[in-house]
């Protein structure tokens, strides 16, 4: 399945739904006057135990969640991707964005940090979330600066 998302006069992306997407569901965003046109996708969502190694206290969370996304540049030109406007939601209000955390025995494949995507191409992998290992996300979130919300109901557990 997939949404088509086009820019306002004033910049802000206009979806055709306010529900939240399945996991799985890609989204097209066309911002004409910013030379935008992506395909974005949350395809799934698991809680990976304390592996590689249990978060650092200042991360937050005591295990690992990963989250496998792809963002494709479909045409105009180059973007920059990275794991910066990803997050995770939860019921109770609260949210928990990515650490940053590249390299090393993080999960691979690695969704990249800061990586210029070429018209016609796209950027895979995972992203890692520190999080408590007794609670699940209600959703996860793609907000880039300046834009609205993206949200895919992650599955009961």
Known sequence: MT?????????QAASNADENLTMGT???????????????????????GPQPQKPEDFQGGDT??????KL???????????????????KDGTSIETTGSTGGDMPKPEFPMDKTVKA??????????????????????????????TEWTVPAG
Not at 29 to 42: L, Q, Y
Not at 64 to 69: D, G, H, R, S
Not at 74 to 89: E, K, N, R
Request: charged content about 15%.
């Open 3 to 11: 949404q088509t998302v086009t820019a306002t006069p004033g910049g």
């Open 64 to 69: 690992w969640a990963t989250v496998n996304v």
């Open 120 to 149: 016609g191409r796209c950027a895979a992998g995972l992203v890692p979330f520190p999080v408590p290992s007794g609670k699940r996300p209600e959703r996860v979130v793609y907000e880039p600066d300046g834009t609205a919300p």
């Open 26 to 48: 890609k989204k097209s965003i066309i911002d004409a006057g910013n030379d935008i046109n992506i395909t974005i996708e949350a395809t799934e969502y698991q809680q990976r």
């Open 72 to 90: 494709c540049n479909i045409a105009g030109g180059d973007i920059q991707v990275s794991q910066t406007p990803w997050s995770l939601a939860y």
